[in-house]
């Protein structure tokens, strides 16, 4: 498969559990491993990368469009996600909470539901590759930012 769209990942194992490295593009290596006793807890695990993808892809999404749409700028923005596993193999994520604190001037709490909610609907590809497999609660909080006084 080759073409501009097409993202490719490397994973090499580089001990004698499962500690991988993974690469892309050139860049910085991320280190990939499990919980003893099967890993050594060196890395992200799988599922924990699976949260920073997401995390970072709808705090992507609700930056630019506050940004583009609404015109205002974000001066912060974090974003947490908490996934509960399952207790039975596959232990996949079956629920996963997202916290969106955004600090951003003049930005009402029903402005940035409303940006999160039409990302989540129809841009955050994670999300969307999700889809109805786990259930994904957002919340959020707008702060002003703080004025620093000369």
Same mark, same amino acid.
């Given at each position: 498969?080759?073409? #501009?769209?097409?993202?490719?990942?490397?994973?090499?194992?580089?001990?004698?559990?499962? *500690?991988?490295?993974?690469?892309?593009?050139?860049?910085?290596?991320?280190?990939?491993?499990?919980?003893?006793?099967?890993?050594?807890?060196?890395?992200?695990? #799988? %599922?924990?990368?699976? %949260?920073? #993808?997401?995390?970072?892809?709808?705090?992507?999404?609700?930056?630019?469009?506050?940004?583009?749409? %609404?015109? *205002?700028?974000?001066?912060?923005?974090?974003?947490?996600?908490?996934?509960?596993?399952?207790?039975?193999?596959?232990?996949?994520?079956?629920?996963?909470?997202?916290?969106?604190?955004?600090?951003?001037?003049?930005?009402?709490?029903?402005?940035?539901?409303?940006?999160?909610?039409?990302?989540?609907?129809?841009?955050?590809?994670?999300?969307?590759? %999700?889809?109805?497999?786990?259930?994904?609660?957002?919340?959020?909080?707008? *702060?002003?930012?703080?004025?620093?006084?000369?």
């Amino acid at each position: 498969i080759m073409g #501009s769209n097409i993202l490719e990942v490397s994973a090499a194992l580089v001990n004698e559990k499962v *500690k991988f490295e993974c690469s892309a593009a050139g860049r910085d290596p991320v280190i990939v491993d499990y919980v003893p006793p099967v890993g050594g807890g060196e890395g992200f695990t #799988s %599922l924990e990368l699976l %949260l920073a #993808s997401l995390a970072s892809c709808i705090g992507t999404t609700v930056k630019v469009l506050t940004e583009n749409r %609404l015109k *205002k700028k974000v001066e912060n923005l974090r974003v947490t996600a908490k996934g509960r596993r399952r207790e039975t193999h596959p232990t996949y994520l079956e629920k996963i909470d997202i916290y969106i604190e955004i600090t951003c001037a003049g930005l009402s709490m029903e402005e940035a539901g409303r940006m999160i909610h039409y990302g989540r609907e129809n841009i955050c590809p994670v999300i969307n590759m %999700l889809g109805s497999n786990v259930c994904v609660e957002i919340t959020h909080s707008v *702060k002003e930012p703080q004025v620093v006084k000369a």
